[in-house]
């Protein structure tokens, strides 16, 4: 890679890259994700997310309407970075079994190389409230994972390979298995990913596969 000529100046302000308001705004969730996990969710403020940002203050009341605002917008844009990260060159086509295996193994991984971000979402998912006090973030926000899941129980059901039940039912324990393995694997960074979704997915399907 080529390297600019030597000045006696400052670099001009021509020849500074000007960041788009979605690279701009990845760097203010990439910023609070790295907050909530520091000092946790209560202690954020906007000044500390737009140090961290490297941008003024001012640009994050551009972007986000308050505080609120921009914790559910982070959890947003979180959820669809780990759900990228599962699903990058993921085999859909392969049998439901081995699908399922892949995603629970791929998942455990992330709780070592997406640590920052898995807090966050669940710091942010346990505290953002509405105004009358009660939880902003229920469990209607899986119906769209839980559709994920049953689309492809209900494949494995044509297929063979997934046991004759309701599929929605299995989605939902799925989904519950992850949630707990995450959860767990990020309270116990000791344990090896790897071997605990190997155990996770063998008791999953041991109840999941068609005899």
């Known amino acids: 890679m080529s390297t600019p000529a030597a000045s006696s100046g400052p670099p001009s302000r021509a020849g500074r890259q000007r960041l788009s308001a979605d690279q701009r705004r990845g760097q203010v969730f990439a910023a609070t994700a790295d907050a909530i996990a520091a000092t946790g ?3 954020v403020t906007l000044t500390e997310v737009a140090r961290r940002a490297g941008i003024a203050k001012g640009l994050v009341w551009h972007y986000f309407s308050d505080r609120d605002d921009l914790m559910q917008q982070t959890l947003a844009h ?3 970075v780990i759900r990228d990260a599962v699903v990058d060159a993921l ?12 995603v629970i193994r791929r ?6 190389t997406h640590r920052a971000e898995l807090d966050a979402m669940a710091q942010i998912v346990q505290s953002l409230r509405t105004s009358d006090g009660r939880q902003r973030i229920t469990v209607r926000a899986y119906d769209a994972t839980y559709g ?6 209900a494949r494995g059901q044509t297929e063979g390979t997934i046991r004759p039940a309701d599929p929605r039912v299995m989605a939902v324990i799925y989904q519950g298995a992850i949630d707990a393995m995450i ?6 960074p000791e344990v090896d990913p790897e071997a605990e979704a190997q155990a996770v997915a063998d008791v999953l399907l041991s109840g999941f596969t068609a005899r």
């Open 41 to 43: 969710y209560a202690n």
């Open 78 to 80: 979180l959820g669809n």
């Open 91 to 102: 085999d859909v086509s392969a049998p439901a079994p081995d699908v399922v295996r892949e």
């Open 107 to 112: 998942t455990a991984l992330l709780t070592r």
């Open 148 to 153: 994920e899941h049953q689309r492809l129980l």
């Open 183 to 188: 959860s767990y694997l990020q309270d116990h």
